[in-house]
């Protein structure tokens, strides 16, 4: 097996701010954010290729995915660092293979979060050219969580993180 290394993405959030319609259209999608995820649990149940999530309580299966739905629009929206997101989808990776999810159910859950994201997008914005302008930011951020959380997923070294003694609370 090849050792895991971090792949250069192409990035589409380099950003410099975005046009103020296209801006609206980004905090639709923050202010619909339980609407969205709703839909998306609602897609990873009914997909007969997450057979992993099927016993998974709501909030375990949302496990990261409102943050990394979230990092994903502080990106877009307010210039905040990509990393972030990365991070949440890294750590969503390591807790799917340890919940039991083969690489190809990880995939589809963000393919599943692509799909509400567009979805979402076509039924409530009049202009096409915003959706496609907005979805060309989220799919490169998607992308890289998709590359991330497969690698925590496929890394046969990663492990949970711990607290350290000194970050422990005083008890």
Request: with cysteine.
């Amino acid at each position: 097996m090849m050792p895991s290394r971090s792949l250069p993405m192409p990035d589409s959030s380099d950003l410099e701010s975005p046009d103020p319609e296209l801006g609206a259209v980004l905090s639709v999608l923050q202010a619909r954010r339980e609407e969205i995820l709703e839909d998306w649990i609602d897609r990873v149940r009914r997909n007969r290729a997450v057979e992993a999530g099927r016993a998974l309580s709501d909030p375990v299966l949302l496990d990261h995915v409102p943050q990394i739905f979230d990092a994903i629009l502080d990106r877009l929206v307010l210039g905040r660092s990509r990393d972030e997101a990365e991070q949440f989808a890294t750590i969503h990776g390591f807790a799917r293979r340890t919940g039991g999810y083969d690489p190809l159910e990880v995939v589809i859950e963000f393919f599943i979060l692509r799909r509400c994201l567009w979805n979402f997008l076509l039924n409530e914005c009049s202009k096409p050219a915003l959706v496609v302008g907005a979805m060309d930011l989220v799919d490169g951020l998607l992308d890289r969580a998709v590359v991330a959380s497969l690698q925590a997923h496929s890394d046969p070294n990663a492990q949970q993180l711990r607290r350290t003694s000194d970050e422990e609370p005083a008890g």
